[in-house]
């Protein structure tokens, strides 16, 4: 039964691996060692690219999710993601920028020494608290400040 679940993550491995190859490094600038995938190419239609990429990166971490990649290993590779649509929605600079930081392919890689080396491992109930309790803080700061603006405006 083991062997079999092996198997069946080896070959979704090397199915992420094809997918975020052509999303990141699929094709080459002739003459050039220059890779780039399609994640590059839809990007340069403005926000709607990057958008479009971002939900297909988040499939690929939810695949691997269900294939057993740890919180830590998915919570680095939300950050992979989540820095990749950031800056890629930046004009010009995140163009730049997706050529060279491959999302798809470092979450692949995180996957798959999380399976061959056993880095990565661990819970990351710790860090995903502290980031809702900061998100929280955030928006309850933000709403006095509206509170405060508003009621300096009035009075």
Do not use: C
């Not at 997706?98 to 990565?120: C, I, Q």
């Amino acid at each position: 039964m083991e062997s079999t679940t092996d198997e069946r993550s080896e070959k979704a491995l090397i199915w992420l691996d094809r997918v975020a190859d052509l999303l990141d490094n699929r094709f080459r600038i002739p003459g050039t060692q220059v890779r780039f995938g399609i994640d590059s190419l839809v990007g340069l239609v403005p926000y709607v690219g990057d958008v479009a990429t971002f939900f297909v990166s988040g499939f690929l971490v939810i695949v691997m999710a269900r294939f057993g990649a740890s919180g830590k290993s998915l919570l680095k590779m939300i950050g992979n993601i989540w820095l990749d649509g950031v800056v890629g929605t930046i004009p010009i600079l995140g163009d730049i920028f997706d050529f060279r930081y491959r999302a798809n392919m470092r979450n692949v890689n995180l996957m798959r020494e999380h399976f061959s080396e056993g880095k990565h491992g661990g819970s990351a109930w710790g860090i995903v608290i502290l980031l809702i309790l900061t998100l929280f803080l955030l928006v309850a700061l933000s709403v006095y400040v509206i509170y405060r603006v508003g009621y300096w405006i009035v009075t």
